[in-house]
């Protein structure tokens, strides 16, 4: 049986390694090229020890990718960058699947929106498909099991390691000035929160702060209800909302961030009840480089060519 081919469109960054890696050992796709101008030329196990073959990054342009012949693209581009990719392959190759990593098609109806415990008929031989953010899904995956008993806006605190700030050097990525501080940013309008409200159809309020560890998001979650619920009625609704879902696991006690680091699944955990039951707090922690972003990008991708959805990714750090 032929393999599926795969390009990379600006790998060189966190998610483009971890993915990588992850291709190179999945059963059925194959890693057809990686483009990065600043590593053009240069082989790519250089970079990537996972990567055993004899590939090296390219530079192409969006008429090349258009004409590579593959079967999908991963747009891992900077925000707003993706859109001259997108009309060239519309053009050229309308039938190669485009899974963007960005947050410029999480607003257009026209792409399927890659969270797949939510959305996942809708992905199953998508070819447009736009990976949600990572603290969105966090937020989504949080809330989803009570989102018909909200009352008002949830309020959803974020904190990331600074991998998510990307490598161009800033303020919220610079391990000197988060060394002893959390860094709050974009308090009020940020992307992730439009983006939550519109997929759950409910209003967020979100605080994104950022943390001195590498990777990992925690994302706590208060809550308002307009009916009274029982501790016992509330976690039966998680487990009922994620039974059977391989890559999310209800836990009793908050889950830490330092657990989920390097495993690409979700914690859902430390339920808690205000004394009428019409208030709660549950906590979510993923990894922002994998089930925030590279691991769920390999689900959709997984789900888009009709292979088993958690194909290429270790069950045993799930």
Request: aromatic share 6%; net charge neutral; hydrophobic share 45%.
């Amino acid at each position: 049986m032929s393999r599926i081919r795969i390009g990379l469109i600006g790998a060189r960054g966190h998610v483009g390694s971890e993915l990588i890696r992850l291709l190179a050992r999945h059963p059925a796709f194959e890693i057809a090229f990686v483009s990065s101008r600043e590593r053009a030329g240069q082989p790519l196990s250089g970079h990537e020890p996972a990567y055993r073959g004899d590939l090296c990054y390219s530079a192409l342009d969006a008429g090349a990718v258009a004409a590579s012949g593959v079967d999908a693209v991963v747009l891992g581009l900077p925000n707003g960058l993706a859109a001259p990719y997108v009309a060239a392959v519309e053009a050229m190759a309308p039938g190669m699947v485009l899974v963007d990593l960005s947050a410029d098609f999480r607003f257009d109806a026209g792409w399927a929106y890659g969270l797949p415990e939510r959305n996942r008929a809708a992905l199953a031989g998508a070819r447009r498909i736009s990976n949600p953010g990572c603290y969105a899904t966090a937020m989504q995956l949080a809330l989803a099991p009570v989102l018909d008993l909200l009352d008002g806006p949830a309020q959803c605190f974020g904190v990331s390691g600074y991998s998510g700030a990307g490598t161009t050097p800033s303020e919220r990525n610079d391990p000197a000035r988060l060394r002893d501080n959390l860094m709050p940013y974009s308090l009020v309008g940020h992307v992730h929160e439009r983006e939550v409200t519109r997929h759950l159809g409910h209003a967020v309020e979100f605080l994104p702060h950022v943390a001195p560890h590498f990777r990992g998001i925690t994302m706590t979650v208060n809550a308002h209800l307009h009916t009274s619920i029982g501790l016992d009625a509330l976690r039966a609704r998680y487990a009922a909302a994620y039974a059977g879902e391989p890559l999310v696991r209800l836990v009793d006690e908050a889950p830490w961030v330092s657990r989920i680091a390097g495993r690409h699944g979700v914690e859902i955990g430390g339920l808690a009840l205000s004394a009428d039951g019409r208030r709660m707090v549950v906590v979510a922690t993923l990894d922002n480089l994998l089930k925030g972003a590279a691991t769920q990008a390999l689900q959709n991708l997984n789900l888009a060519f009709g292979q088993p959805e958690t194909s290429g990714i270790p069950q045993e750090d799930a």
